[in-house]
């Protein structure tokens, strides 16, 4: 019951669907992870060789990341470079940020190092750059509530110096917190061993540091094991964030968590930690509990479609229809994803579930008659309907 007590939560706040169809939605994405490309990504990064911050490997590498985002086809808008220095070394972070439906300026952070030392890291933590591309690609065209920052630092192994620029110099400023961060949520080091068991993992809360945010964070990190459970095979153990990217955020207030491999490897900063060392079904496993987790934590849409049985007629997805903007004052625009779609309707309800304006085959409302609040807008085509929550606010 507890399990599920979220999710009937997280279904309220996407737009009044039911559990079931919230948790079946977010599986089927769980479920578009892909071994082949999990495989692929890691022997890449395994190739790049060691990548010392600072190095021309290091540097490579972020390239070999930034490629990866073109190729999913995010724009270079969305894609930014972070440098910063320390002592006689300069490197970058890699910052891509996808920007959410109803709350644009408030982020869910999932992020990883890609540096290395002595060997080429394929645990620590190529697997954990994997998962995240990984997720990045699935989630490229859904639609959340909340905007998401996939963040690639460097300069984790010589003291976190890409994530403290970061959470020093451009989430927080002066004092002040300039990013409105909802959660950080961290991944290094989740390949395991091949040839160990390797069906459990570690979910991380913060108990140290700032107290302010502890239960916020033991919070979201039982949400994490919950999804881990619903989304992948994997168990779940909760232990204590330690040394990793996270920390320079707790310590500025920030609510953490993350993944960490729960049969430990011990190739971590050897020669061995290659390829040839790491499982690649496991970080597949883990990926499947990450799309899972992001989705729930930036609250991503639940798209209900239906198989048209006229094969000459494929259903539309309404995944990507922009509805915009929220909050509206005036006029209220619905921008379906393929404009041939031709037969469809609009309606707006209440929180109540009452019906206070429809629309048929019209890509703009007239709500300037409508009060101020929260309401949800389902669009309806043949075989498909989304609903998502809007602001009106005049």
Not at 199 to 216: F, H, L, M, Y
Not at 244 to 272: C, L
Not at 353 to 368: D, H, T
Request: hydrophobic share 35%.
């Amino acid at each position: 019951m507890k399990k599920l007590t979220i999710f009937l939560w997280a279904a309220l706040a996407a737009g009044n669907v039911s559990a079931q169809t919230l948790i079946q939605a977010y599986k089927n994405r769980a479920d578009l992870v892909s071994q082949t490309s999990i495989t692929s990504n890691l022997q890449e990064f395994s190739n790049l060789g060691i990548k010392t911050t600072g190095s021309l490997n290091n540097a490579n590498t972020l390239a070999w990341i930034k490629n990866k985002y073109t190729s999913y086809g995010y724009s270079a808008s969305q894609i930014v470079e972070d440098p910063f220095t320390f002592g006689s070394t300069s490197s970058k972070n890699l910052v891509i940020t996808k920007t959410g439906t109803l709350y644009p300026d408030k982020y869910v952070i999932i992020c990883g190092h890609y540096d290395t030392v002595t060997g080429p890291g394929t645990n620590d933590n190529g697997s954990g750059t994997s998962v995240i591309l990984e997720v990045a690609k699935i989630l490229k065209d859904v639609p959340t509530e909340y905007s998401i920052k996939f963040i690639h630092f460097s300069g984790e192994e010589q003291g976190l110096y890409g994530s403290s620029h970061y959470a020093n110099n451009i989430a927080y400023q002066n004092g002040v917190k300039k990013l409105d961060i909802k959660l950080v949520f961290n991944l290094d080091q989740v390949g395991g061993k091949l040839g160990k068991t390797n069906t459990k993992i570690v979910c991380e809360r913060d108990t140290a540091g700032q107290s302010g945010n502890n239960a916020a964070s033991n919070t979201v990190t039982q949400q994490l094991a919950t999804c881990t459970t619903l989304y992948s095979p994997l168990q779940t153990s909760i232990s204590n964030a330690y040394a990793s990217d996270y920390i320079p955020f707790e310590q500025k207030g920030y609510v953490i968590t993350g993944f960490y491999e729960y049969t430990r490897s011990y190739t971590e900063h050897t020669v061995n930690d290659t390829f040839t060392n790491v499982d690649p079904v496991y970080v597949f496993k883990v990926a499947k509990a990450a799309v899972g987790a992001m989705q729930h934590f930036a609250t991503a849409s639940s798209v209900i479609t239906a198989v048209s049985a006229d094969k000459e007629k494929p259903v539309k997805s309404l995944e990507s229809v922009k509805i915009y903007p929220s909050p509206a004052k005036d006029i209220l625009t619905v921008e379906l994803p393929d404009p041939m779609i031709k037969d469809f309707t609009v309606e707006i309800t209440d929180l109540q579930g009452l019906s206070v304006l429809k629309v048929a085959n019209k890509s703009q409302m007239n709500v300037s008659r409508l009060k101020n609040g929260i309401y949800l807008c389902t669009v309806k085509t043949e075989g498909s309907s989304i609903t998502r929550k809007i602001i009106i606010e005049k």
